[in-house]
Nanobody, 124 residues
Framework: QVQLVESGGGLVQAGDSLRLSCAASGRTFSSYAMGWFRQAPGKERDFVAAISPTGSSTNYADSVKGRFTISRDDAKNTVNLQMNSLKPEDTAVYYC?????????????????WGQGTQVTVSS
């Protein structure tokens, strides 16, 4: 079992930066690929970014490439999402997810564990 807790959300203005963190429980965190998804009101849960267990492979949605960076710190059992140049369309609840696999999946149904989410609101 893996428990995930997100933090770092908030209200910012367009162009600002925000850093989300996801703290994971368990002693085998380094065996899990980690992902970030987001869901805006009335919309489906969309892929944002993912990172492999070793951190050597990352995957990003086209909409966030060049603005968002995913990273992991296995010593702290955390995965982070650095979000720069935020836009109003980035407004959503952001979820952290985990799956025990080698590659960083981009499909939500490939993940086994989910956090409760953290709200990010970007004003124009």
């Amino acid at each position: 079992q893996v428990q995930l807790v997100e933090s770092g959300g908030g209200l910012v203005q367009a162009g600002d930066s925000l850093r989300l963190s996801c703290a994971a429980s368990g002693r085998t965190f380094s065996s899990y690929a980690m992902g970030w998804f987001r869901q805006a009101p009335g919309k489906e849960r969309d892929f944002v970014a993912a990172i492999s267990p070793t951190g050597s492979s990352t995957n990003y949605a086209d909409s966030v490439k060049g603005r968002f960076t995913i990273s992991r710190d296995d010593a702290k059992n955390t995965v982070n999402l650095q979000m720069n140049s935020l836009k109003p369309e980035d407004t959503a609840v952001y979820y952290c997810a985990a799956v025990r696999t080698f590659s960083p999946p981009a499909l939500f149904y490939e993940y086994d564990y989910w956090g409760q989410g953290t709200q990010v609101t970007v004003s124009s």
